[in-house]
């Protein structure tokens, strides 16, 4: 496999060649809302080089709504339909790579030995994925500090860097390779190659903050002050699970619509008070105390404990949106030092 | 006018005060966020801690949303811009909070920042050490120099429109009296013919996350319509029509409540714009029944009054 480039004025070419073999997957520009993730048609502008607020590929492979069992009764027979997405070679171009690692996280969960989500596994397992390395960092990205960011790069099909008038192309498995199409690509010189390890450099020094390295399941503790003052502030919204690349919680719900009866997934979230309110009335996480320490401790401990990954992985999405500051950075970076750590065994 | 860094100093004094008469047992305030064009609420229990207070450009949240519950048996104080106080007035009128419960340390407020609205105008916000009002400017320092940033393209959309400066009520007056600056006029689509299709792409982006309903200090209701089961008045589905639903019974309800403080959409993360319906709903409330959402001078609830002069829609199909 050799890497390649592609001039940024041969991409509309490059993309309309794909569509020939493929169902193509893209952020989608949008007026006043960040890009979001969608099969691209006539008229999309899709944004591959990850330079804008996106929401995440989530929404795409694991939709906000979707039927999963639509009973519908007609002339006194009844018929059960499960609406099943096709099966289709699709390619996911312009993820960052903190968003196609967290589709790994989804993987352990949606593709476990155990259990296999059929309409998930339809969307993902014809996937080939790119993701790409923007000219820019955004400031509230802190991956290289929640795990090793040069694994994730073996986890993707290829990789994209953009270098300003081209995009540098770096197939990484057999099916990143087979999207080089020779018209289209070229080989890099060697500046190219140079401005692609300091892209490189720059994402895994961004965001590196003092508890980078730490194994963070071992330093988060149940009992530690913070949950406490975090709960305090949180108002209890969730978009940060909401807008969290691999937050996979969702509620299904049964609809009559007519003479039918559909069985919908949707989203669902631990921030929520009815996440955890059982019929008879009684809630476990009664406060938001334990829903805000639930939600770090589900993605530093029982994630690595479960499935042996870590399940943030620093997209900064919460950074940016959380409307009173809670900051995941912040917390981390307090539960991982010393001072802390005295401080709660002392 | 005072600077910014005065009237800091003035809030910290204030607050610090009623902590140590015992007249409060905690101060709701905003604090140094962790990065310098976000600030972070704060509450403040101990005299010594005042100085975790700050007062900048980017004091955006409305603190009242605390209020309900911290306030329920309890005296507490709480910093708060002229809108904040407006918040304030309306559960103190829904009898959410009691007078005698707030102690209110009001400070004068030319407006807050949109962080979006920063970085369309190209501040590179990873860059940012400092923000500050000079006139009708913002003053954005940056680890390489200082650059001015138009308050058109800086300030958040309801601060352009804004006419409540100086704090309505409070028991500590922090700063001056802040002029009301030229109108920054704003794009308003109004009742156009096709506000059917505009709203219809606006819900079509809905997530259904409820922050705008979390963050809102009018939506106090222990118990939603949005989470009744039974009946279900709207799906959890994030499909145009539920979303229609969930936003136009939510604004039903903050008719003449609302005080357009702009939380609603400051946090919404796919940019629905919540706060032009409560907005338009306000604008028919003072045309038609000449009632003012948050004003201390009203004396009762625009739903829970009757004059016999009062608008009859029935009488007056449009």
Redesign the interface.
Known sequence: MTDKVISKDKIGDFLAALEGKYTVVAPVERADAPAEFREIGAGDTPIIDGSKPMMTPKDYLLPRYEVLVKVASEDGSVNVETPLPEDKPRVMLGVWLADAQAIKVLDRVFLDRNFVDPYYARRRENLTLVAVMPAQMRWSWFCASVDDVEEWKRNVDAMMYDLGDRFYFEPVSEKGAALVDGVFFSDPSEADTARKNELWDQFKNTGALPFAGKALYENLRWDDPIWGEIAQKCIGCGMCSYMCPSCSCFDIQDEVCGACVERYRCRDTCQFEDFTLMGAGHNPRANQLPRSRQRLLHKFMYQHQQFGVVGCTGCGRCVELCPVNVDIREVLTRTCSDEMEQKVEG | MADMSEIQTRIREEAGKALESGEVGVVIGWGA???PF??????IDKAQDVEKLVWNPACT?NLA?YLPKMARDRKVGIVAKPCDIRSIVTLIREKQVKRENVFIIGVGCAGVIDARSLENANV???EITSLEWSGNDLIVTTQTGTSTVAAADSLREQCKVCDSRTPAICDAAVGDAVPRSEEISIDIPGLSEDRKAYWAEQFS?C?????CR??CPACYCRSCFA?RVEPRWT?????TQEAWMFHATRAMHLAGRCIGCG?CE??C?????VVELARELNAIAKDRYGFDAGNPEEETHLLGSYRDEDFDPAQHSE
């Open positions: 966020g962790s990065v976000k600030t972070t609420p704060v509450f949240n949303v590179r916000l990873s982006r997530i259904r996350c409820y922050a979390q963050v989470d799906a959890k589905k994030a499909t939380e400051r946090i993360p796919v940019g629905i714009r």
